[in-house]
């Protein structure tokens, strides 16, 4: 369209096997925090809900 601008693409960053390393782990800990927050909110859910003995 005109009287738009492109966007300027970033320069790709070169990463260290130690940058992938910390990344990894820090989207893993993320990852296993989401799920580990799901797990406690349904078994709370299951405890408000369902009929104990």
Known sequence: MPGRKAHNAQPNHVWTPAELEA????????????????????????KLFCSGT
């Open 23 to 46: 990344e990894c782990a820090t989207q893993l800990r993320r990852i296993g925090d989401k799920l580990n927050f799901r797990q406690k909110l349904l078994n709370l859910i299951a």
